[in-house]
């Protein structure tokens, strides 16, 4: 089974609502197990379009895992307050596993 990734691209209009969102959303990465691996306010686009200045990668055990988290009662009640102060595209992904591994 192959760890799941959730990838978010995000254009923040309200920063002090984001900070606040993202200080509720922390406590339920760590419940879920999760592993922020990139956060970063530059990306460099080398082809085609990309949203936002944000982009946030988070690691889970699994794609379902990830799915739970996203789904979960306490996720869902805060994720209002991130779509309040941002506009968010988000992905849920399975990491690659190379054949014959």
Known sequence: MSNG???FT???HDQAGFGAYAQ?????LIQAGARPII???NPEVLEGR???TRTVVLEFESVETAR???RSAEYQSIVGER???AETNAVIVGGFVMPGS
């Not at 509720?24 to 339920?28: F, W």
């Open 68 to 70: 739970a988290w996203y």
């Open 10 to 12: 995000t254009a923040i």
């Open 50 to 52: 990309w949203h936002g």
């Open 24 to 28: 509720k959303a922390l406590p339920t």
């Open 5 to 7: 990734y959730v990838i």
């Open 83 to 85: 779509h309040e102060a």
């Open 39 to 41: 956060v970063d306010d």
